[in-house]
């Protein structure tokens, strides 16, 4: 920083880099100290470990309070909830790195519920029932993505539109009422465990896997916090930004749908209903587990505790006896400081630039 | 070696312009920002583009980069029309960019950085992290960029550490042609020298240099032509070799006219 002395012409480091050595010679120690700990460092700054100590300190402390915390059924009802949230906030996470953000998750989660139980009680195989629900999602996607990427408009709005549009063509074709009973085979999946652990479970740990694939090891990962960090850059490099944003929206709607689908299995029935409020709660998963807002940074894992941070505190309070109405200031409060952790964060990498690039000099 | 010939190649038949723009013209709203401009560059020569600020220097490459279209005019990439183009059509035309600004990436790090828009893949679609690492440590090295390690964040570098992630990425797409907009905008002296280094030896391999730098003394010393923009319009095409630095600063600034008006005159 002090000098951009750093494309070495193979001379010998001159009076100049002698004269930074003795101006600050501690500074230049420390600096590199911290290159050699650049993994331990990013480990400690971490929201997945912040988060994992969190619910870790959360348990604990439940447990004194009562013997409760300590029930595999307690346990099972809080990671099922909080499949539901990881399946969507894993693809909501792929969305918002990529700089976007998609509220209309909630509507599609209803409308795929309502397509897959429609199908269902038609009597077609759960098979047909969950991929035209999928489909379904992922056309909304489709449209999101289109709109986003072709007329400029923000996200956010697009999102709140199709928000809007889907929940009152759900109502609307369903004329407000829920579609029960459903066949046992449709329900199979939402109903039934293998080796005392439900399906649903299984199944969002696959997506949550896949979703984890694609951002950390594939070049479309990569690609997506590209985007996301800097669109003219990443298109500047050759990447076709609009195809891989509106691909982002496209996944986002079939989990979100697809999550739906779950929803109706397990109950039973499909409800216009359904989903509401849910966008927001996959966000905050998202961002609680790391995720930035500003696009480029975020992790799959984050999105997955994340989820499971929420559903922890959702049944933990009302097992600590705390008033059910604070749980959404539990959650408000939570929200806010994983904010505030992804400031920290960015500040920390760029205030140890300086140091980093002092230590290159000199090392 | 071509480096320092007399002759100015738009005259000589002995080969065809790897890039040519003729005729080009393209606004901004209500900015002209190319007007009529000209342009041809041969394999295996540096091409500095001089001009003040709003000359238009920035533009032009970008349209050379697939940034922006022409919006009339023609672009000629190894004497084909390219119609439409995209960053990604220039790249697959054989046209590396260091732009300005740098388009790189502060959250990633440095090897996806080299290999942003274009990584190397296991398999179809994953990711061959462990062989970025390897080769952008590899070219970082060749070209002598001293940066903590290639897993560090861009974002962790200093201006002058980045700048050489930018030129070295361009350098190991190893394409024939190399656009340079202020490539030593944030390097010392020592620094400058070496990025003219690293031109000379691009264009010895044969390649065509474009360069867009403020700095007339690294232009003089490290290119073959110069083509000075004034106001969108060009002033005039010189051989460094021939050019003399009041003409050149005079042709910048508009002291005296383009050569077209003294033809014309």
Redesign the interface.
């Known amino acids: ?1 002090l ?9 010998p480091t001159g009076p100049k880099g002698a004269a930074d050595e003795t101006r600050v010679p501690t500074l230049s120690k420390v600096a590199a100290g911290e ?1 050699r700990l ?1 993994a331990l460092r990013r480990i400690a700054l971490s929201p997945s470990l912040a988060l994992a100590l969190t619910i870790g300190i959360f348990v604990l402390y439940g447990l004194t309070q009562t013997s409760e915390f300590a029930s595999g059924a307690v346990w099972i009802n809080i990671v099922r909830d909080a499949s539901f949230t990881a399946i969507i906030a894993s693809f909501e996470a792929i969305v918002i790195i990529g700089g976007g953000i998609d509220l209309s998750v909630g509507s599609i989660f209803a409308a795929g519920a309502m397509v897959s139980a429609a199908l269902a009680s038609q009597g077609l195989s759960p098979f047909i029932a969950f991929a035209a629900g999928t489909m379904t999602g992922a056309g909304v996607g489709l449209v999101n993505g289109l709109i986003v990427n072709y007329f400029s408009i923000p996200a956010i709005i697009v999102t709140l539109g199709t928000m809007f549009g889907v929940s009152s063509l759900v109502v609307h074709f369903s004329q407000g009422q829920p579609i029960a009973p459903l066949p046992n085979s449709f329900a199979y999946i939402g109903q039934n465990d293998l080796f005392g652990v439900p399906y649903i479970i299984y199944v969002a740990v696959v997506i949550a896997v896949i979703a984890y694939l694609l951002l950390h ?7 997506v ?2 985007l996301g ?2 669109r ?9 930004v609009r195809a891989l944003s509106i691909s982002l929206y496209v996944y986002c709607g079939a989990a979100a749908a697809f999550a739906g689908g779950l929803e109706a299995a397990r109950l039973g029935a499909g409800s216009p209903d359904f989903g509401t409020g849910l966008e927001l709660t996959v966000i905050a998963a998202a961002i609680i587990g790391g995720t930035s807002i500003y696009g ?2 975020g992790t799959i894992p984050g999105a997955a505790l994340g989820s499971l941070l929420l559903s922890v505190l959702a049944t933990g309070l009302i097992l600590l006896n705390i008033d059910p109405t604070l749980q959404d200031l539990a959650t408000g409060v939570v929200l806010i400081l994983a904010a505030g952790l992804d400031q920290v964060r960015r500040r920390q ?2 205030r ?3 140091r ?2 002092h ?3 000199n ?1 | 070696m071509l480096a320092n010939s007399e002759i100015d190649k738009e005259e000589s038949s002995s080969s065809l312009p790897v890039l040519e723009v003729s005729n080009g013209w393209k606004s901004f709203g209500h900015v002209t920002a190319l007007r009529d401009v000209k342009l041809q560059a041969y394999p295996g020569e540096t091409l500095a583009i001089l001009g003040d600020n709003g000359a238009g220097k920035s533009t032009l490459v970008k349209v050379l ?1 697939g ?1 922006h279209n022409l919006d009339a005019g023609e672009l000629r990439i190894n004497g084909k029309m390219v119609d439409r183009t995209s ?2 059509l220039a ?2 035309n054989g046209i590396s ?1 260091v ?1 300005q ?8 790090d440095i090897a ?1 950085n080299m290999f ?4 190397l ?1 296991r398999g179809r ?3 061959n992290r462990r062989r970025m690492f390897t080769e952008a440590a590899e070219s970082l090295a060749a ?7 290639v ?3 861009l ?7 980045r ?2 992630v930018a030129i070295a990425r361009a350098v190991r797409e190893d394409n024939p042609i190399v656009l340079m907009d202020e490539p030593t905008a ?3 002296v ?2 400058t ?3 003219g ?1 690293i031109i000379r030896e691009l264009t010895r391999r044969g390649k065509c240099v474009i360069l867009v730098s403020h700095d007339l003394e690294f232009v003089l010393e490290f290119s073959d032509r110069l083509l000075v923009l004034r106001l969108g319009r060009v002033q005039g095409a010189r051989s460094t070799a021939s050019a003399n630095q009041q003409e050149v600063v005079a042709m910048i600034t508009g002291l005296v006219g383009s050569d077209e008006a003294k033809a014309r005159s």
């Open positions: 920083m000098e951009p002395d750093t494309i070495e012409p193979g001379l290159t650049p090891a594939t070049t479309l990962g990569w690609n916090r590209a960090a800097n003219e850059a990443a298109r500047s490099s050759g990447i076709r480029g940074l990498m760029f140890t630039s300086a980093r690039a230590a290159a000099e090392g | 980069a940034v960053p990604l790249k697959r960019t732009f600004d740098l388009a790189v990436i502060e959250t990633l996806a942003l828009g274009q990584q893949r679609i994953f990711a070209l002598g960029v001293r940066v903590p390690s897993r560090a964040q974002g962790e570098l200093s201006g002058g550490q700048q050489g944030a390097l010392g020592r620094e020298a070496h990025v280094q």
